[in-house]
Each structure stands twice: as C-alpha cells, then as structure tokens.
C-alpha cells in the first residue's frame, strides 16, 4: 500500500520523488518548506540505508542530522531521532497516532527513532512540533 522508491539505480529527480508522493505531496511540500526556512539547512536526495527505505531526503545543519524524509505511494515518512525528554516535554500535546510512534519508538541511548508516517493535516503539524523540538535543541 506505501511502496516506497526502491530503484537505487535509477536516482529520481526531486519532481519525481514529489510526484511519487502522489496525494499527499501538498503536505510534503508544507514540511520541506518548514525545514526550508532553518539556517543554513541541507538537504540531500540519497538511498542511505538499504534496499528497505528507499529514496529519501536528509535534512542536516552543517553536520547535525535532522531526519530523513522517505517517498511512499500516498503518503511519506519521517525518520527522526529525539531524546526521551524531548518526547516527554511534546507528548501531551501530540494526537493518539503520533504518541503511539512515540510508545513504540526504538531505543537509542537517552532517546530513540521514530518512522512517523505522515497521512493527515494532523501528523503534519505533529512532525513540525517534533522537528521544531530537534532543530532548536
């Protein structure tokens, strides 16, 4: 259902990776114009780990590594990693669906990883409010 971009011979080009996204790109393109607005923001279109991910694009500031956005069909994940008290200061102010990725988050450290599926307005502002907690810490 959210097949993502698994060629990793053939590299798409940013239209591509944004059309893939079909039906949700608006919201793609809210959240990479979101991250547009950091200083000094980079972004670069990669296959970084595994025939699994796909495509994706990292988001980083000189070397601090932000999240990576993956292309599905329908939809787009974002993989970021947070501390445990970065969670705890956003999770009561997150919708059920954001705090069930939190609940089952992989551990890392004092933190962990999430693969936060965006599918709804809802995600989008939750993503935002995660990533906003990421790029000012």
């Not at 980079?42 to 500031?61: A, T």
């Not at 993989?79 to 997150?94: A, H, K, P, V």
């Not at 069930?100 to 993503?127: F, Q, T």
Request: net charge negative; aromatic share 14%.
């Amino acid at each position: 259902m959210y097949e993502r971009m698994l060629d990793k011979m053939n590299r798409p080009s940013i239209e591509e990776f944004r059309s893939f996204i079909g039906s949700r790109e608006d919201m793609f393109e809210n959240l990479d114009d979101f991250m547009g607005e950091v200083q000094n923001i980079q972004r670069e279109l990669r296959f970084p780990y595994g025939n699994h991910y796909g495509w994706g694009i990292k988001y980083s500031v000189r070397k601090k590594h932000i999240c990576d956005i993956f292309a599905e069909k329908d939809a787009f994940t974002v993989m970021m990693r947070l501390s445990n008290d970065q969670f705890e200061g956003l999770y009561s102010g997150l919708s059920a669906y954001t705090r069930e990725y939190i609940d089952n988050k992989y551990p890392c450290g004092s933190g962990g990883w999430i693969h936060y599926r965006v599918l709804e307005p809802e995600h989008l502002e939750d993503v935002k409010k995660m990533l906003g907690v990421k790029l000012h810490a």
